[in-house]
T-cell receptor, first 114, second 112 residues
Framework: EAGVAQSPRYKIIEKRQSVAFWCNPI?????LYWYQQILGQGPKLLIQ????????DSQLPKDRFSAERLKGVDSTLKIQPAKLEDSAVYLC????????????FGPGTRLTVT | DQQVKQNSPSLSVQEGRISILNCDYT??????FLWYKKYPAEGPTFLIS?????DKNEDGRFTVFLNKSAKHLSLHIVPSQPGDSAVYFC???????????FGKGTLLTVNP
């Protein structure tokens, strides 16, 4: 079974630039999550999708972050414009559905904002 | 406000000995707890979990203990192996929704 795929793996941008991350969840998984992990911290949930609908985006900084999952499969997370404090690893995870306890994580995208 | 706390940033043990990783939580609404393991440049992988109706769950070398009155859980690894060297995250979720709250993680180093 293929795992959660993410790209790119690494990205370096200057502040005020924009960046986009892509995630392809495990086939058949209805629920998709985006997490932000700042160095030395645990992952923090940014947004949760159930199929192509948003379940929870309470911790997403909506003035600069946006995410979509148009066809209920893969998803993109965008930051525009980026700030220095956005430097982090962005993790995508998926689960069979919202009731599943186990989430499967991708390898993450390490973003450095200079 | 940190609702899930892992107060030990790192732990070093000898191969073959027991590793004990600790986690405390403050939110009494949490009713399911998970441990994830993370290697460098990889995403976290699920290790073991426990429901609040239990006080112990065992899976091979890994055992998780839950003390609800103390709002404390621990992960025991016996015997520890060098391949267990990784960052271990404790996570918790309430029964009312399925949002995971993670601790900051503990770096475990198992020395040969």
């Amino acid at each position: 079974e293929a795992g959660v795929a993410q790209s790119p793996r690494y990205k370096i941008i200057e502040k005020r630039q924009s960046v986009a991350f892509w995630c392809n969840p495990i086939s058949g998984h209805a629920t998709l999550y985006w997490y932000q992990q700042i160095l030395g911290q645990g992952p923090k949930l940014l947004i949760q999708f159930q199929n192509n609908g948003v379940v929870d985006d309470s911790q997403l900084p909506k003035d600069r972050f946006s995410a979509e999952r148009l066809k209920g499969v893969d998803s993109t997370l965008k930051i525009q414009p980026a700030k220095l404090e956005d430097s982090a690893v962005y993790l995508c995870a998926s689960s069979l559905d919202s009731f599943s306890y186990e989430q499967y994580f991708g390898p993450g995208t390490r973003l450095t904002v200079t | 406000d940190q609702q899930v706390k892992q107060n030990s940033p790192s732990l070093s043990v000898q191969e073959g000995r027991i590793s004990i990783l600790n986690c405390d939580y403050t939110n009494s609404m949490f009713d399911y707890f998970l441990w994830y393991k993370k290697y460098p440049a990889e995403g976290p992988t699920f290790l073991i979990s426990i429901s609040s109706i239990k006080d112990k769950n065992e899976d091979g070398r890994f055992t998780v203990f839950l003390n609800k009155s103390a709002k404390h859980l621990s992960l025991h690894i016996v015997p520890s192996q060098p391949g267990d060297s990784a960052v271990y995250f404790c996570a918790a979720r309430p029964g009312s929704n399925y949002k995971l709250t993670f601790g900051k993680g503990t770096l475990l180093t198992v020395n040969p």
